[in-house]
């Protein structure tokens, strides 16, 4: 995104110094591929980008994991009190990979795990994993053994950008690149399309309300679930209707960019090890 050029860097240990957040509000929004750099010229000048390395985007990829039944994608599309997803993240500029846990109980407090991963594992738990998974199911009334019956579902790969607001008064991600693949090496790819998260405090974001002049409202997407009920119009689209009449609609007649990944592929590539999680 060359629009990010006229902004100051900032470094990882910087950005989560002035910006850790740990009380927030998230919100995203889809934004038009064409329309991003209206939004980025309209951010004050004193907005910095992250930079690693000279270089400003990064390379992310995330497995889902799920049940055969979908129990996790079931459980947001309801939505439900209780739910729980389940993903690697890997940063594949660097070459390493989490494991992240989310939980929400019946008070609707969200509780998220996440752990150093062995990058050529992953795309499949190993029995460790399911072990910490199992604790976690305890925690919101999911039975144990569920965990043995997890294996992965469906696999995003984006590029990622993250503003600091002036002031440390919150954050955003941009992702584009966009692309969504199941196991079987079906999928999407929407290039067109940019998912912008904001991070604030209680007031909104600097980010935000530069999206709000240019006419962009937030949008309930997940890249699980709404990727999932766009590749297979047959489960509870509900949540995501909107999107899946618009940007999302001829998701299941497309087709990936890359191919899958095999354990074996070389994933040398440079991102942070916690970038703007």
Known sequence: MTALGRFDPVTLDGLVAEASLLTRVDRKYVVPRDGLDEVIAALDPRT???EIDGAREF???SVYFDTPDLLSFRMAAQPRRRRFKLRTRSYLDTGTSY???KTRGARGTTVKDRGEYDLQHRDRLTDDARDDVADAFATIGVAAERAGDLDATLLTRYRRATL???DGSGRATVDTALEWIEPDGRGFALPELAIVETKSGASPSDVDRALWRTGHRPATVSKY???LAA?????PRNRWSRLLRGPFADAHRAAPQTPTPTNEEDSSCPVPTSAAA
């Open 48 to 50: 910095r980008v992250l």
């Open 225 to 227: 679930a709404t990727g």
């Open 99 to 101: 494991l992240e846990i």
């Open 164 to 166: 600091l607001a002036p």
């Open 59 to 61: 390379a992310y990829e």
């Open 231 to 235: 590749l297979h119009p047959d489960l």
